[in-house]
């Protein structure tokens, strides 16, 4: 049962133009999101998150939107850069218990000068 | 760089056998997590363990178990191994016990590879 759910698998966009990936939830619970960057031969890190009580976070070039009520969140990041290219991980926790992180199988980005 | 050290960097090996993946977290932080992420998936969560004790449990079966030792380090062991069990094997790190701000610190992985 894949709760945190990433459609597209990759996503190509020129230098400049805007970046924006998508990622859908199924499980009510979840009230924390977060999007991790991964570049190959390296862990994920963290790039943003947000919280429940908020529809966007903005942070430099990266903002990201949640729309609770269609269980969706989206990363848009303005301008793109060949830099930006990478693996995108959305993750999701609930504030119950042990608030285990529950990631996306992920979107690679590739922006392309 | 992270600050989690992870070993093996690459491991191959063969069916029926066992393997310990070595993670070192991030000077000061007590939690360790331990992630598969096989071809095409997300990270799966397998275990948590905070100071030394297990905190949580994920999808781990039961061929795999995992400690924390008193210098923080922590040890997954995978035994009996399959060609499923095939995958990316992070560790992460946290100062806390929760994963609510998002900081956690991913080491590089262990590539395991079972022939």
């Known amino acids: 049962d894949q709760q945190v759910k990433q459609n597209s698998p990759s996503l190509s966009v020129q230098e400049g133009r805007i970046s924006i990936l998508n990622c859908d939830y199924t499980n009510s619970m979840f009230d924390y999101f977060l999007w991790y960057k991964k570049y190959p031969a390296e862990g994920p890190t963290f790039l943003i998150s947000?919280?429940?009580?908020?529809d966007k976070n903005e942070d430099g070039r990266f903002t990201v939107f949640l729309n609770k009520s269609a269980k969706h969140l989206s990363l848009h990041i303005v301008p793109s850069q060949p830099g930006d290219s990478a693996v995108y991980f959305c993750?999701?926790?609930?504030?119950?218990?042990?608030?285990?992180?529950?990631f996306g199988t992920g979107t690679r980005l590739l922006v392309s000068p | 760089d992270s600050g989690v050290t992870q070993t093996p960097k690459h491991l191959i090996t063969a069916t029926g056998q066992r393997v310990t993946l070595r993670c070192s977290p991030r000077?000061?932080?007590?939690?360790v997590y331990w992630y598969q992420q096989s071809l095409d998936q997300g990270l799966q969560f397998l275990i948590q363990y905070y100071n030394g004790e297990e905190r949580a449990k994920g999808n781990i079966l039961e061929r795999f178990s995992a400690q924390q030792f008193p210098d923080l380090h922590s040890e997954l062991n995978l035994s009996s191994l399959e060609l499923g069990d095939s995958a990316l094997y992070f560790c992460?790190?946290?100062?806390?016990?929760?994963?609510?701000?998002?900081?956690?610190?991913f080491g590089e992985g262990s590539r395991l590879t079972v022939l």
């Open positions: 993750a999701a926790s609930a504030n119950t218990g042990f608030q285990k992180l529950v």
């Open positions: 992460a790190s946290s100062v806390g016990q929760g994963a609510r701000t998002g900081e956690l610190f």
């Open positions: 947000i919280s429940s009580i908020k």
């Open positions: 000077s000061g932080d007590l939690s």
